[in-house]
Nanobody, 124 residues
């Protein structure tokens, strides 16, 4: 059974930092791209960042480039999202997701598995 469990959400002031963790089980990072998506109230779920462990490449949505960094620890089966210089518009529920490597784009429609989500709230 595949499980993705997120940790690390919370409330932070604008300009602050948070680090999200996604602990994965039941899958291999060789077979799946792990990504972070977010959904703000009244908006569609959108991709934030994905890491392609086999290639060593990363995707970031334009709005977080230079502020967020995704990384993975294969020994711990964990993917992290370091979020710096947070802005109120980053407020959302953040979801960890697993996308099959073959043909897997960092897109909502490509996701096979979702975590339960963790709330990130950035106050102004």
């Amino acid at each position: 059974e595949v499980q993705l469990v997120e940790f690390g959400g919370g409330l932070v002031q604008a300009g602050g930092s948070l680090r999200l963790s996604c602990a994965a089980s039941g899958l291999s990072f060789d077979d799946y791209v792990i990504g972070w998506f977010r959904q703000a109230p009244g908006k569609e779920r959108e991709p934030v960042s994905c890491i392609y462990s086999l290639e060593g490449s990363r995707f970031y949505v334009d709005s977080v480039k230079g502020r967020f960094a995704i990384s993975s620890d294969g020994a711990k089966d964990t993917v992290y999202l370091q979020m710096d210089d947070l802005k109120p518009e980053d407020t959302a529920v953040y979801y960890c997701a697993a996308i099959p490597v073959r043909g897997g784009k960092c897109a909502t429609m490509s996701v096979d598995y979702w975590g339960q989500g963790t709330q990130v709230t950035v106050s102004s």
